[in-house]
T-cell receptor, first 110, second 115 residues
């Protein structure tokens, strides 16, 4: 069945460091892929998305490219800020459902 | 205006009790969901309703019963609470004719603690 695997955290970085959170997926067909973010005390928010191979989603300095050949959708940011501290979820839509990864907690320290 | 609102935000109760979590959306969406987020932050769908009809019912104990009085509301009732029910429960909605699209709107979560 469809599934998403993302790297386990927690991840702790210093401000202005480079961020990568890995995400790979298993799906039949060509699912749409997403990154959601959950800030402390809040619900989930859509961060970015890509709907077909080679698409790059971007928002708030974050980017992720839909790689069909490696079935991956890694999240990257060139320079993280303290305000980026949150839990990040990779997700895909398949078979009438939205499948989430387990979430990766990011803590950015000044 | 809050798009998806769920109450209460925090719920602390003892084992064996029955409790309900309410969810309302004012977006005019057709589909509503309940997700459970466990202590490891894993999100798992529990139920999905489309126009008051159940369309997804994952393997969830019978103690959990969703109730949708109208398409703007999807409440979650839990009987005989157990320690393992402790988690954050998220309500969500989407405008989807058949299954979810990517525009899922989430509530802020209800943190349930069973003592």
């Amino acid at each position: 069945g469809d599934s998403v695997t993302q790297m386990e955290g927690p991840v702790t970085l210093s401000e202005e460091a480079f961020l990568t959170i890995n995400c790979t997926y298993t799906a039949t067909g060509y699912p749409s892929l997403f990154w959601y973010v959950q800030y402390p005390g809040e619900g989930l928010q859509l961060l970015l998305k890509a709907t077909k191979a080679d698409d790059k989603g971007s928002n708030k300095g974050f980017e992720a490219t839909y790689r069909k050949e490696t079935t991956s959708f890694h999240l990257e940011k060139g320079s993280v800020q303290v305000s980026d501290s949150a839990v990040y979820f990779c997700a895909l839509i398949g078979a009438n459902n939205l499948f989430f990864g387990t979430g990766t907690r990011l803590t950015v320290i000044p | 205006d809050t798009a998806v609102s769920q109450t209460p935000k925090y719920l602390v109760t003892q084992m064996g009790n029955d409790k309900s979590i309410k969810c309302e959306q004012n977006l005019g969406h057709d589909t509503m969901y309940w997700y459970k987020q466990d202590s490891k932050k894993f999100l798992k769908i529990m139920f999905s309703y489309n126009n008051k009809e159940l369309i997804i019912n994952e393997t969830v104990p019978n103690r959990f019963s969703p109730k949708s009085p109208d398409k703007a509301h999807l409440n979650l009732h839990i009987n005989s609470l157990e320690l393992g029910d402790s988690a954050v429960y998220f309500c969500a909605s989407s405008q989807a004719a058949e299954g979810p699209n990517e525009k899922l709107f989430f509530g802020s979560g209800t943190q349930l603690s069973v003592l």
